[in-house]
Every structure is written in C-alpha cells, then in structure tokens.
C-alpha cells in the first residue's frame, strides 16, 4: 500500500552520523561542567586520580573503536547497497589471516591494557599505611556514623557523629583510613571525588584508604540499595588544612 | 522420523532422545548439588553456636547407610541385566529390592534426622544445622523419588508392562539411581569423613 | 516412558482422548491449550514474550517520568524500587529469554531439517510453566492495595541481594512472589534447555554436521548449554533463601555468623552466563539476517562459531566482575579482571566478521537488515563500555551507577531487543505467508534507534557525574537534570516507536504483501517449504550437503567463488493448492498427538508457591496436581494410534 511514508527517501547515512555527532557532542559537553558534587572526573584525591587515569586508557581505545565500527558500518551500508536486484556478488566465506589479526590485535591490546589496570588494583589496594588516621564508619538504614576511635573527648569516648548532623571531617594531605561496619544491610561508602566505592558488607572488614588533595566539601551517597530510603542515605565529607581540621574537633569534643 | 531395525528411531548421534535427556538431566543436577555442597564447605567451622559436626557425627553408623545405598546400586545393575536378558521375573526381584535399601537407607536418614534434633541440631540452630539439614534433605528427597520411581516400575511390570524391548525404560531409572548414590558418595566423604 | 501398554483402558482415559480430538479443531482454544507444535509453542511465547515487553515497558515508563525531573513525585520511594525490580526482572524473564524461546521454538527444527522438537510435550511444559510463573510473579502487584497505589510487588531489586531480601529487611510478601516466581520461571527454561540440546544434537537433517549448522543453531546449542548448568545454581540460592525466608534457616543470616557474598556469588556464577543467554540467541539471528540480505554467507563461519562456543566457555570464569567493590581483595579483583579482559575478544571477532560479511556484498537496506546492523552498532558501543567496567579500578567509580545501567541497556536492548526485533521482520513473512510492511519498519527502526540512543547515551554521562543506581529521586544540585530529562524524552521516543510496529504487525498480518516460500532469496532450509509452513514441516525430510544447503541448490560458485546459476537448483515445496492441502494423515506423516498433561503439570507449580506464601495447604495440592499431570504424560501414548 502505497503511502507517502513509503515513498520517503530517509538517507541513512545523514540520520547515522547525525546520531553518531549526537552522541560525540554528549560526551563532549559532559567534560564542561565539572563543578558538580560528585563527578567523577574532577578529582580531589590520590585515589580518584589514579582511577580515573586507569579509565582513560581504555576510554580513548574504545571510542576510537567505536568510530571505527559505527562509521564502519554506515560506510558498508551505502557502499555495498543493492544497485542491480540481479547482481549476486562473489560468495568470500572468509580469510583466515584476517581472522587471526583480528584476534590477536584486540588481544594484545586487552592485555596491554591489563598492565597497568593490575598494577593500579595493587597500588590501590594496599593495606593502609600506618600512620593513618582511622574513621570507623557505620553503614544504617539510611545515614552513616563516623566514629574517631583515635581521636578521644575528656571521658575517653571517641569523637562521633552522624551525617544526620554534618559532614565528617578529615585533614587534607593525610591518609585515612575508613573501616567499613554495617549494622543492617550491604551498603557501599562512596565520595566520588575521593575516590571509588567500597561495600559495607555485614561480618566483613572492609577498609578503604582515601586521601583530599586539597581543602573543600566532597559530596558522596550511599551505592548498594539498601530499601526504602537509599536515596536519600547521603553523606559529605570535608578536607581541611590540620590546623582548621584540628579547631573543628575542639569544637566536637567540646559539646 | 526414519525408524532403524531395532524400531528405535535413528538419532544424528546415535544415542537414544530419553537416554541424551538424562545424561543432561544428572549433569545439571551436578551443578544443583554442588552449589548445597559448596555452600556448606563455604560455612563449615563457622557456627557460631552448636551443636558442632564433631559432637553429633555418628560415622560408623553412617558408614553402614552409605554402604546400603552402594549395595542398591548393585542390585540395580542386576535388575537391569535381567531384563537385558529378558528375565521380567529378576527384574522384579531386583527392582524391590532396590527400592527397600533405599528405603533403608531413608530410614537411617530419619533416624539421623532425629538423633540431631534431640540434640539440639535445627534448621535454624546454627550454620551447621541449615546447611546440613537443607543439603542432605534435597538428596533425601532425590532418593525418595527415586523409590517411588522404582516402586511404579515394579508394579507396571507386575502387569507385563515391562518386556525385554523395554530395557531403555530401566536403564534411565539406573542412571538416575547411580548419580544420587555417586552424589551420596560425594556428601560422605566431603561432609562426614574429612574434617578439617 | 514411551511403549510401556496399559491394558485397560480407563475411563478417564477416554475422556482425555475426547478432548484431544476436540484439539484437532486448528481455530478452537483446545487446540492451543493441547498443543505440541512447535511453531505454536513459538508463536504462544512470542505473544506472551511481546505482552510482558509492554508491561516492562510501562514499568519503566513510570520510572523515567519520575527521574525526568529533580525530586520528582510522580512516584514515591517505595512504588519506585518495587517497579524498577519489576522492571528488570520482567525484562530478563519475561522478556528477551522467552522472546529467545519464542525463535528457538519457530526456527530450530526448521532449520535443521526436523518436524518437531525432541520432547514436543516436555517443551508445552516449558511454555505454560512459563506462563505460569510470569502470571505469578505480576500478581504480586495485587497484593498490596493497588487501588490505593500500594503496590504488592517485590521490592529487593532483580538481583535480590542479601540480606536484604530476608525478612526483616523485605517484610511483606513481595520478595517471596519473586523468589518463587523465579523459581518457576527457571524450571522453564531449563526444560527447555534440556530439549533443545537433544534436538539438535540428535535430530539434524541427514548430511547435517555440526559445521553445516545454521549459525542461529550453533548459538541455540550453546544458550541452552548454559541454561542448563546456569539455572541450578540460582535455583538453589532462591531454595536458600526460601529456608531463610520460610523457616528461618542461617544461609544469609548475619547474626548466625553468614557471608552475606555467598548470595552474590551465587547469584553471579548464574548472572553471567544468564547474560550470554540473552544476547547469544540475538547473535545467532543477526548471523542469519545479515548474509541473507548482503547475498554473501557469513564470513568466517567457524571462527563465529568457536567464537561463540568460547563465550560460553568463557563465561564462567568471570562473575566476580559483577562484585570488585565488595572487597574480595586484591588478587581476586586481578584474576577476575584479566578474565573479563579477554572475554572481550571472542566478542570483537564476530562484530569484525559480521562487518566482512556485508563488505563487497549487494546489499538490500530491508527493515531485517536495519535491525540487524543497528545491532552489531549498538551492541559494540555496550561492549566498549563494558571493557571500561573491566578495567577493575575505574570500575569502583563506575559500578552502581547509571553508567553500568547505560551498559547493559546498550547491550540487552541495543543488542537482544533489535535483534529479536530483525527476527521478527525476518521470519514473519515464512510463518504468515505476508510481509510486514517495509517503509513503516524503517521508521520503527529509526524512531527506536533515535529514541533508545536518546534515553541511554546520557546515562554514562549521569553515571561518571555520580549518579548511583536504584535511586527514587535525586536533588537538583547535582548536575544530573538534564541528561535524566533527555532519557525521558528518549524513552517515550521508543514508546512511539513500538506503538507503530504493533500496528504494522497487526495490519500485516491480515493485509500485508503475499510472500511465498523464498521471499528474500535465502540460504536456509526453512525457505524450502510453504509460508506458511504445513504441520509437518517438510514433506520429505531433506537431504543436506553443505552449510547453506538451498543456496548451494540456487547457486553454483566457480573456484573463484563467482557465482553461476545452478543447474536445476533451488527446488521449494509447492505450496498445495486451494482445498488441496495435504495433511500429515494423508502423507503417512505421524505427528505428535495434542496434549493437555504438560498444562495440568504446570499448574502444580504455582500452585504449591501460593500455599508456601499463604496456606500450606494448598502445598499437597499443588504436588498432586504434578502428579496427576506427569502420570498422565507417561502413561498416554506420544502419538495417537490408528
């Protein structure tokens, strides 16, 4: 049946890189603005540094793949389109050293990529050092406490606050190191600018260092769902010079 | 569908449809099994209460059972050799009485069962208790169909509904009945005999 | 048991072989409810497959309208996490794998030569225990109070994390609906899996190889190799949690000193494959889509084919991918990542051999072919990011963000939906005798393309901004408004999309162009018979000599690979003539006998998962209902006897 829509011409190749343009422009715009809370591209930290860095590296291999194989495909799509309904055109099944390149190529290219992405996991992964200072963190239905087991008021009970009240507080330049506790349910400590998230898992000990490059509030939000309010179970943390760090707890341990 | 002399109709790879089925049908069951399995070695030594499997484990009287369910699988060869050979009234004899040891056999289950529970060993007692209970019920229950499986051989071949063409039929209950006494093999050893 | 005689016949017996006959009445509802065809059985898990696409859908139509703008409240927190579990669990087992099934069930045996599937009862089994559990699983949501927006239906996500998914955390009967709706749903499919293995291992066409296999039959192989060592292991977790849930056993229980990680293993160690099982099948048909239409075959046939069967391998070995932030440590967060590393490559090999396949071809842009490439397209850009989410420390930033959910979306919907879609356009023309209309396929193509681009692209984008997953709302403060606006827009632009293929569908069914047995001058032996198709399939079963056996018929190559017309070749089954159409009786053809056993079984199922959450009694009843239905099925004849 004959309608004005069939006899519409759309050029498949303008709608595709259309698209393709779209898309590029998307990624491209999304570098603009990176004075939001918790991208994960304007990092703060050692540890978001490096992990952004591992994310690079692949990132450029991938797009240049992806050109690769989305132009590539537009490209056969006009090239080889039918222009004679009788033409059937030489049956190639297939070439074998093309088949080995292909393989070995990207193989190369993963495992070259492996490298550096071991060498990172086990940068990153490092027990903490020793001398840095530990936050107990607890993980609950639906906010954190923090707790400073080294850090004690007149009565030696450690300082302790919930994100409820505040953010939590640590000096810029010094590794800390969170120990992660849950209470309830599997929850995941995340302060995007610091650095990548670790799980609060009930009856596991897991411990994430993290250090602030420099001073400044880093916004960060609760990741494993955990019910009915895991979206409101945020946090902040906040990186201050030690001697503005240190005035912050007199202030603590004096209410 | 072609039919080959044997009136059995003729498969790409030559073995029968049922007798591919229940190669895969144990295959998978493997997997089944081995998550309980895995499950309960993952846990092992990590109760946090007892009753522990050093205070309730009986290993002579459980070696007893196992060695009645490894005696099944004996008289279940025998029943299918019989009927290979055409002999309906030995498959009978050996279909019963390979359906009564493993009726033996979840006897001395239950009775197990029951020795735990005065002991204090519950689902829910501990981590021991939950693995091992759910585990070993799921091969119980295994075992179980099983007899009944049997118990509906026996009694259609009581009727004749069972002829030497029909060997197949006996085969497949043997290939089931061999993998629930391998797996109970496998529980023995991993569960009973080696403690860390 | 097949042969085994029951000398008297019973009463009951009677009544049954009663309403079999009524079964032969092709229009009547008997005949649907008793059917063993496989093309039937296709066609019901296609409708049913294509209900449930609509009813996720519009589960994540909900969503988006709540996440197009800031603190939105279009829905609250808790009507949100129990429609986004929904969301997903609909479209993972309601879905693409019965979708899958659904071309399983049409194609295989048509492809491979045969008339039937191995166990024509077991894979009615497969169909209604399907349809059972997804009806299951959707009541749920009316039991809460609907009517009042509270929404009865699970709440701990598809992916039901302990612990939780105990009690105390998922009060309520939701989770348990999930929990044994899955349950079902798994026994489905691995029946299926079970049948389709031995159909195709031991019912290929004689001259059938394995290598003269259809590409869609090779992925179909490896699929339901992977269903069958894949679903026991999520079976059990949902047993585990049963016990949890039920009768308070210590699997997932914290306080009795449990690793709340063996949840996940498990889950994973079943999760991984499970994705292999969505896309390969959607390989396999754009493996058939592509040569078809490039009038070339498929470059590299055994390296898609190892490529394919290595995936599977390889597919076990990486689940912890899915777990590096839970603090499994350094070396299994290495071993892991190196693993999915690799896993990359059998992937790249087909996209690069699938792209050979259209280069020096003659290529028809059809609506199949458009679906086709846009999934080779958008399946690649999935890939990419997933070989970023390997790159184990980047992936701490990533993981439960919108840029995993960004991910899989371009890989299951990207890759499985347009592909399964391709198939549709494909093969409606062979079982309905009409073509769907062509132009409105190319606007469903481009308004989906658009709209899916649209609403997902953004997402890496929202995810690398910090925004985490499985989140009812979020503040305006953080960056994240527009790019969560423009997926709204992105997916009602899909919503329209599928509006206008449903109408084509439905008006090409009754109005479209006539199509006869070879429509798209194809290599396959399922372009050798009528559209569309008699019972039986084919008259004689035919003779196989080579991969792409009626093209070979069709077409001679020269040594240079040039093609000359064949001598005498491509001979297709006459369609009969009007009033003339043979019978499987006529032609001495036995074909399965229509049943209703695989139906009485199935029920059972439900039944025993309603009186576990509600009333045990009803726990007996549903076993009996079992096994009514499985003694039935032994004791009557496969086929009916003269």
Known sequence: ?255 | MSHAATGHLETSTGIDNKKLLMWLFLASDCLFFGSFIAAYLLYRDRSLVGPYPEDLFDIPFTSVSAFVLLMSSVSMVLALSAIQRGNVRGLQIWLFATAALGALFIAGQAYEFTEFYHEGLRLDTNLFGTTFYVLTGFHGAHVTIGILILLSLFIVSLRGGIQQKDSLTIELAGLYWHFVDIVWIVIFTLIYLIQP | MASIAVPRRSALAQALKGARHAAENKSSIWSWLGTVDHKRIGVLYGVSAFFFFIVGGGEALLLRTQLARPDGNVLDADQFNRLFTMHGTTMVFLVVMPMSAAFFNLMVPLLIGARDVAFPRLNAFSYWLFLCGAIFLNASFFTGDIFNGVLGAPDGGWFGYAPLNLNRYTPGHGMDFWMLGVQILGIASLAGGFNFIVTILNMRAPGMTLFRMPVFVWMTLVTSFLIIFAMPVIAVALFELMFDRLFNANFFNPDAGANPLLWQHMFWLFGHPEVYILILPAFGIISEILPTFARKPLFGYPFVVFSGIAIGFMSWGVWVHHMYTTGLGTIANSAFGISTVLIAIPTGVKIFNWMATLAGGSIRLKAPLMFAVGTVAMFTIGGLSGVTHSMVPSDYQQQDTYYIVAHFHYVLFGGAIFALFGGIYYWFPKFTGRFMNDPWGHVHFWLMFLGFNLTFFPMHISGLLGMPRRIYTYSGDMGWDMWNLISSVGAFTIALSVSIFMVNFIISLRRGERAGADPWDGRTLEWTIPSPPPDYNFRETPQVHSLDDFWHQKYAEDANGRVVPALGGGAVEPAAEHGHEETAHSLGIHMPSPSFMPLIASLGFPCIATGLIYDYALVPVGAALILVGLFGWAMEPATEEE
């Open chain 1, 1 to 255: 049946m004959k309608t004005a829509f069939s006899r519409l011409r759309l050029p498949p190749r303008r709608v595709f890189l259309a698209v393709l343009l779209l898309g590029l422009l998307m990624l491209l715009l999304s570098g603009c603005d990176t004075d939001t809370p918790q991208n994960t591209f304007d990092t703060k930290g050692e540890v978001a540094d490096k992990q952004a860095d591992v994310f690079y590296w692949a990132m450029w291999p991938a797009i240049a793949v992806m050109i690769f194989v989305l132009g590539g495909c537009a490209f056969l799509l006009i090239r080889f389109r039918e222009r004679d309904p009788n033409y059937v055109p030489p049956q190639i099944h297939g070439n074998t050293r093309m088949e080995l390149a292909w393989t070995i190529a990207p193989a190369v290219l993963m495992l070259g990529l492996a490298v550096p992405m071991v060498a990172t996991i086990f940068d990153l992964g490092r027990e903490p050092s020793e001398d840095a200072m530990v936050i107990n963190v607890t993980g609950q239905r639906y906010s954190w406490t923090f707790e400073y087991p080294d850090i004690l008021d007149a009565d030696g009970n450690p300082l302790s606050l919930s994100s409820l009240g505040g953010p939590a507080h640590i000096p810029v330049g010094q590794e800390v190191a969170f120990h992660l506790h849950s209470t309830d349910v599997i929850h995941s400590f995340w302060v995007p600018k610091l650095g990548g998230k670790l799980d609060v898992v009930p009856n596991v000990n897991n411990v994430l260092w993290l250090i602030a490059d420099e001073p400044g509030s880093f916004s960060g939000q609760c990741a494993e769902y955990c019910g009915l309010d895991h979206a409101n179970m945020r946090l902040t943390v906040v990186a201050q010079p030690e001697d503005e760090f240190q005035a912050w707890v007199d202030e603590q341990l004096a209410d």
